[in-house]
C-alpha cells in the first residue's frame, strides 16, 4: 500500500509564507501526477497545483505567481511553497499522487489515486 504524509502547515500572517511537503511511501513502482488541493470551510475541495512526472506545472488563477509546485522524484516527494499569503488561502492542504504500483505477485502494475491526510494553514489578517 502507498501512504501520503504531508507537513508544514502552521499558522502564518498576511503575506507570509509557507513550505509543505508530502513525501509518498510504500510499494511504489512510480509517481505520475502529484498535486495539492484545498479545502476550506463550507466549500468544495478544489485544485490548487499539478505537477507531472516530466515537471509540467499548472496552477489555479487564484495562486499563479504566488505558489510553485515541484518535486524531488528521487524522494517521492511534492512541495508547494506558499509566497504572499493571504487570509483567502486558509484551508486544508491535501497532496494527491497517481501512482503506479506493483499488483499481484508483482508481475503487474496499475495506476492508483492516493491522497493524504491534509495539513491546515491558517492565513490571518
Known amino acids: 500500500q502507498v501512504q501520503l504524509v504531508e507537513s508544514g502547515g502552521g499558522l502564518v500572517q498576511f503575506g507570509g509564507s509557507l513550505r509543505l511537503s508530502c513525501a509518498a511511501s510504500?510499494?511504489?513502482?512510480?509517481?505520475?501526477?502529484m498535486g495539492w488541493y484545498r479545502q476550506a470551510p463550507g466549500k468544495q475541495r478544489e485544485l490548487v497545483a499539478t505537477?507531472?512526472?516530466?515537471?509540467?506545472?499548472n496552477y489555479a488563477d487564484s495562486v499563479k505567481g504566488r505558489f510553485t509546485i515541484s518535486r524531488d522524484n528521487a524522494k517521492n516527494t511534492v512541495y508547494l511553497q506558499m509566497n504572499s499569503l493571504k487570509p483567502e488561502d486558509t484551508a486544508v492542504y491535501y497532496c494527491?499522487?497517481?501512482?503506479?504500483?506493483?499488483?499481484?505477485?508483482?508481475?503487474?502494475?496499475?495506476?492508483?489515486?492516493?491522497w493524504g491526510q491534509g495539513t491546515q494553514v491558517t492565513v490571518s489578517s
Open positions: 510504500g510499494s511504489i513502482f512510480s509517481i505520475n501526477g
Open positions: 505537477i507531472s512526472s516530466g515537471g509540467s506545472t
Open positions: 494527491n499522487a497517481d501512482v503506479m504500483v506493483l499488483v499481484g505477485t508483482g508481475v503487474s502494475l496499475k495506476s492508483s489515486d492516493y
